[in-house]
């Protein structure tokens, strides 16, 4: 079965600095991987997905993360966070035949805080 | 532009009471999903569905029931609801290619 681990339960960033939040998965095939935030009394927002192609995918709010087969991994960064990225961070694999007709595997969540 | 709307978005309920959430999105997707958020679980799948008059079971159906008679709409129904059942409600609708649009959710607290 599919899973997704994603290490840091929380993360502190000071306002301007870089930030990486850490996705590996466990899948038998190429999957369809997601970010997704969370702001607190919120939704999910998309934040970026792969689906094939071009390893390092661009998403909004100036993130980006690169699929590393090799290591089963699906880091998301920001060169320079802002006090309003604080949120919760959910990695998500889904399986690539059907689309995502089986849905989605979300890891347990990074929660980032930004100090001023 | 409504994408995923979920209705109720707050609820209080009893030991053994029921209810039904509805969810309904206006994107013409095939696939639908409920998901309930717990604090360090991250989103659990309960049900889903490919198409309509079909549904599925995901992770964590146990207690809960769903329906999907109208493409629009996946209802998930808690027929005696437990404390366990305290979470928040989320559901998706997607196409074929993978990505999931989400609702706001549904806060749902069973006393």
New interface residues.
């Given amino acids: 079965a599919q899973s997704v681990t994603q290490p840091d339960i929380h993360i502190t960033v000071s306002e301007g600095a870089s930030l990486e939040l850490r996705c590996n998965y466990s899948y038998g095939a190429t999957p369809y991987l997601f970010w997704y935030v969370q702001s607190p009394g919120q939704g999910l927002q998309l934040l970026l997905k792969y689906f094939s192609g071009d390893t390092l995918v661009q998403g909004i709010k100036g993130f980006e993360a690169e699929f590393k087969r090799s290591q089963s991994s699906f880091n998301l960064r920001k060169p320079s966070v802002h006090w309003s990225d604080a949120a919760e961070y959910f990695c998500a694999v889904g399986p690539t035949s059907g689309g995502g007709a089986d849905g989605l595997t979300f890891g347990k969540g990074t929660h980032l805080i930004i100090q001023p | 532009n409504a994408g995923v709307t979920q209705t109720p978005k707050f609820r209080v309920l009893k030991t053994g009471q029921s209810m039904t959430l509805l969810c309904a999105q206006d994107m013409n997707h095939e ?1 639908m ?1 409920w ?1 309930r958020q717990d604090p ?6 309960i049900h ?1 569905s ?1 198409g309509e008059g079909t549904t599925a079971k ?1 992770e964590v159906p146990d207690g809960y029931n769903v329906s999907r008679l109208k493409k629009q709409n996946f209802l998930l129904g808690l027929e005696s609801a437990a404390p366990s059942q305290t979470s928040v409600y ?1 559901c ?1 609708s ?12 549904t806060r749902l607290t069973v006393v």
Avoid: E, I, K
């Avoid at chain 2, 360090?40 to 799948?45: C, D, E, F, N, P």
């Avoid at chain 2, 997607?94 to 959710?105: D, V």
């Fill in positions: 696939y999903y998901y360090g679980m991250g989103l659990r799948l889903y490919v995901g989320f998706a997607s196409p074929t290619n993978g990505r999931a649009f989400f609702g706001q959710g």
